[in-house]
């Protein structure tokens, strides 16, 4: 498998990508790899280390936490979320076990719909009626507007509408 971009630039690649296919592979990309109880240990340190007034009263078991945590998610979203130009540092101003997974949890649902976009097919050209066909359609519409009128237009079908309407002409 091939290895992905470093954080940074898989942050960027999405934000500045040109299309939005470019942006669901880059969403795929993010969501490919589950994080290992190493690399989650790695990213709770550098979480942790990016909020000055963090003072846990045991700093161990507070950072086995917060890689209990991280290890649930994809490890590119884990490391976007330690990266402080754009993760969680950058959006709230304290950290705590519920600011992290409300962070992750709208990171996580907002790269699963990105990275499940499937295009529309493309759009079918306009259709070209011809002079009969667009008589016959005027015929209609005189003979539902004649039907209605009488009250019988509950079971109509499109050649009665049509006959109704040559008739009333």
Known sequence: MASLPAVADRSRMLSTARSLTQRVESARLILARPTTRTAALKMASKVTGSFANLR???????????????????????????????GIAK?????????LTDWLDNRLTFYQSLASFVPRAPALPEREFTIQECSQGLAAMRGLKRAMLKGEAANLTFERAVEIGEAAE
């Open 56 to 86: 846990p009263a045991d700093p161990e078991q507070f950072g086995e936490s917060i890689a209990d945590v991280l290890e649930q998610y994809p490890l590119g979203l884990v490391e976007e979320c330690a990266d402080v130009r754009v």
């Open 91 to 99: 959006k709230v101003e304290f950290l705590s076990i519920k600011s």
